[in-house]
Nanobody
Framework: QVQLVESGGGLVQAGGSLRLSCATS????????MGWYRQAPGKQRELVAT???????NYVDSVKGRFTISRDNAKNTVYLQMNSLKSEDTAVYYC?????????WGQGTQVTVSS
């Protein structure tokens, strides 16, 4: 079955860095568009970054210049490098795989940024 397993979350001080990983199985990873979403308490889930199967990336304005999404098709893994973290980045971060109207989600990893 399809599995997306996030890791790398934790508690970090403002200005610090974290690297999230999402290891996948059960999908043809190289054909899927991959995304990182986040959901803060009391807020809707928002798309943070996308990397398409061809390698093009997109970011929400609030993380541009601070976050970098990347993928390793040999390892079936997508990453989110998060630098210069701010308290408003605190959220549960979810990995998403999309292809042909099929969406798959991970269980989420908590990122907490202390000010």
């Amino acid at each position: 079955q399809v599995q997306l397993v996030e890791s790398g979350g934790g508690l970090v001080q403002a200005g610090g860095s974290l690297r999230l990983s999402c290891a996948t199985s059960g999908i043809i990873f190289r054909l899927h568009d991959m995304g990182w979403y986040r959901q803060a308490p009391g807020k809707q889930r928002e798309l943070v970054a996308t990397i398409y199967s061809g390698g093009t990336t997109n970011y929400v304005d609030s993380v541009k210049g601070r976050f970098t999404i990347s993928r390793d098709n040999a390892k079936n893994t997508v990453y989110l490098q998060m630098n210069s973290l701010k308290s408003e980045d605190t959220a549960v971060y979810y990995c998403n795989a999309y292809r042909s109207n099929m969406n798959y989600w991970g269980q989420g990893t908590q990122v907490t940024v202390s000010s």
